[in-house]
């Protein structure tokens, strides 16, 4: 198996919005209702969005492939870019995304060190993110990679507000 990474570019936008609704969808689909999926894919992927968000200097995206077939991606925020008000020292990952098919391959640890390596490199000193607290893998996932639950935020699916943990790790 080889496994590569590419930043991702304007070029890529395409892609990018495919595999944000596939895995977004695959993930979230069974415990939503379909309005409400319906409305946050529309407002959170389209591309427009996905564009502003691919020009932020402060936002980086990467692609994971395996075998040369895109198989997910990091989307980490620093600076103003940071889904919410944190200080100067941390780094958001906003999204690891993988596709269904290529889930339990290390590919999300794989890209959890991207995102230290990223964060090392612009003189962070901790990572966080945010995790739906219905989302028990993905939960467990982070606490083994050494992140601590230390708050939490509204996330709004369509019209329905839901819990995510805001979950840290310190370099």
Same mark, same amino acid.
């Given at each position: 198996?080889?496994?590569?990474?590419?930043?991702?570019?304007?070029?890529?936008?395409?892609?990018?919005?495919?595999?944000?609704?596939?895995?977004?969808?695959?993930?979230?689909?069974?415990?939503?209702?379909? !309005?409400?999926?319906?409305? #946050?894919? =529309? %407002?959170? &992927?389209?591309?427009?969005? +996905?564009?502003?968000? @691919?020009? *932020?200097?402060?936002?980086?995206?990467?692609?994971?492939?395996?075998?040369?077939?895109?198989?997910?991606?990091?989307?980490?925020?620093?600076?103003?870019?940071?889904?919410?008000?944190?200080?100067?020292?941390?780094? !958001?990952?906003?999204?690891? #995304?993988? =596709? %269904?098919? &290529?889930?339990?391959?290390? +590919?999300?640890?794989? @890209?959890? *060190?991207?995102?230290?390596?990223?964060?090392?490199?612009?003189?962070?000193?901790?990572?966080?993110?945010?995790v739906w607290e219905k989302n028990v893998t993905a939960i467990s996932f982070y606490q083994k990679m050494?992140?601590?639950?230390?708050?939490?935020?509204?996330?709004?699916?369509?019209?329905?507000?839901?819990?995510?943990?805001?979950?840290?790790?310190?370099?």
């Amino acid at each position: 198996m080889t496994v590569k990474l590419k930043r991702c570019t304007l070029d890529d936008l395409h892609i990018l919005q495919k595999i944000s609704i596939e895995t977004f969808t695959d993930t979230f689909n069974e415990q939503n209702a379909p !309005e409400n999926m319906k409305e #946050y894919l =529309k %407002k959170a &992927f389209n591309m427009e969005k +996905l564009e502003a968000e @691919l020009n *932020n200097i402060s936002s980086k995206f990467y692609f994971i492939y395996i075998n040369n077939e895109v198989s997910g991606y990091l989307k980490v925020n620093i600076d103003d870019a940071q889904s919410e008000e944190m200080d100067d020292e941390s780094l !958001e990952i906003e999204r690891i #995304y993988i =596709k %269904k098919k &290529f889930q339990k391959q290390g +590919l999300g640890k794989y @890209l959890l *060190n991207k995102a230290n390596e990223i964060a090392i490199e612009n003189n962070k000193k901790k990572i966080w993110l945010g995790v739906w607290e219905k989302n028990v893998t993905a939960i467990s996932f982070y606490q083994k990679m050494g992140f601590v639950q230390t708050s939490a935020h509204s996330f709004y699916m369509g019209i329905e507000e839901q819990t995510d943990y805001i979950m840290t790790k310190i370099l």
